[in-house]
């Protein structure tokens, strides 16, 4: 089967009441319309991909070489560009040069991955970032409460003097990573408005950019339900 994939804008989160009154966490996202901007095979570039352009953009908020590769398919200048990497060339060739692809393609799929941008929070500090419970606040510790503790108890001394474990949790970037949710919840598809519903949170900030797809994997639970058992 063809995987099936999209480029969409994540709206925000709000409540979805089920038939059954149950209220479930739902993220609202903009899925589409994407037109395909190239179509890659293994003669021409060494594999089979497809590439997916979502949200319009100003010529003059775009570059030149954005302008001619979008016109090649008939689109005005896109803001994002995305691949979707198929398996072979005759997946590739139920895709079109300057086709329009919209959430009604995922018309009867019950589960999606999504793929985004977490928020960044720049320089923290080790109890932001991995957790950590902090020092004692007893009388005797001074001004060391949100220390990391000692951070040496793994070197080791090689010929090139003692060096800490690479991985060792300590303060530095936290956020602004790529991360995917696995086997979301489809809830709802609004092919008028380009809406696609899905249960719980996906990474990112309202506003940030999600590449949709069918799944790679399904959890045994949800690939029984996946197949109607």
Request: glycine residues 14%; positive net charge.
């Amino acid at each position: 089967m063809t995987a099936t994939a999209i480029l969409g804008k994540k709206i925000g989160m709000s409540r979805w009441f089920m038939a059954d009154g149950q209220n479930i966490p739902v993220t609202i996202i903009q899925a589409g319309p994407c037109v395909i901007t190239q179509v890659k095979t293994a003669a021409s570039d060494g594999y089979a991909a497809v590439q997916l352009a979502f949200d319009d953009a100003k010529p003059r908020a775009s570059r030149q070489p954005i302008i001619g590769h979008d016109a090649k398919a008939g689109s005005e200048p896109k803001r994002w560009h995305r691949e979707l990497r198929l398996d072979n060339d005759k997946e590739a060739e139920g895709f079109t040069l300057g086709q329009t692809l919209t959430v009604q393609s995922f018309e009867g799929t019950k589960f999606v991955d999504v793929t985004g941008t977490t928020k960044g929070h720049g320089f923290t500090g080790t109890m932001v970032r991995w957790n950590f419970k902090g020092l004692c606040a007893s009388h005797g510790t001074e001004r060391k409460h949100r220390s990391p503790g000692s951070i040496g108890g793994g070197g080791t001394d090689r010929g090139r003097g003692p060096k800490l474990k690479l991985g060792k949790k300590m303060s530095g970037h936290y956020g602004d990573e790529r991360v995917t949710i696995r086997s979301l919840d489809v809830v709802s598809i609004d092919q008028e408005k380009n809406l696609l519903v899905v249960k719980g949170a996906v990474p990112g900030a309202s506003n940030g950019y999600l590449f949709i797809r069918t799944p790679k994997r399904l959890y045994k639970r949800k690939a029984r339900i996946q197949a109607g058992k």
